[in-house]
């Protein structure tokens, strides 16, 4: 992670809520890297990590709503990624005693883009086509 994060149009899903929800967790990892650059902050990394993670959780029932609200057909694939997420903050936290801000913006960035770009954005491309597809 080279800069903070920026928010682009090809992250927006087109569904409102969807899309806010990335945009505040953009907004975190944001505030985790500038607050870094500017010289610390009362939160420690694990902390921040903690913020993260919870609200994900928020947003993942968000993702859960729309996807029983639209049949999803992976839906199970996508609440095991979610899981992954939680499994893999679990062992991140673990790390507490080395963990420093910029691996924390690390690793939302890299999850966050990859989850967007890879599983919502197609989510909501099915609900909106009506597609299905084999799990």
């Not at 673990?94 to 990859?114: I, Q, S, T």
Request: hydrophobic residues 45%; aromatic residues 10%; charged residues 25%.
């Amino acid at each position: 992670m080279t800069g903070p994060l920026r928010w682009e149009a090809r992250f927006e899903s087109g569904d409102r809520a969807i899309d806010f929800d990335h945009q505040v967790l953009f907004a975190i990892v944001n505030e985790v890297y500038s607050t870094t650059l500017a010289g610390g902050t009362p939160l420690t990394p694990l902390e921040m990590l903690a913020g993260f993670a919870r609200y994900a959780k928020r947003h993942f029932a968000t993702e859960g709503a729309f996807m029983r609200a639209t049949g999803e057909s992976d839906a199970e694939n996508h609440r095991r990624a979610h899981e992954g997420l939680c499994a893999d903050i679990a062992v991140l936290a673990k790390r507490a005693g080395d963990l420093e801000y910029l691996d924390v913006c690390a690793f939302a960035y890299d999850w966050l883009v990859h989850h967007i770009v890879e599983m919502d954005l197609p989510m909501v491309e099915r609900a909106r086509s009506g597609a299905t597809i084999s799990v």
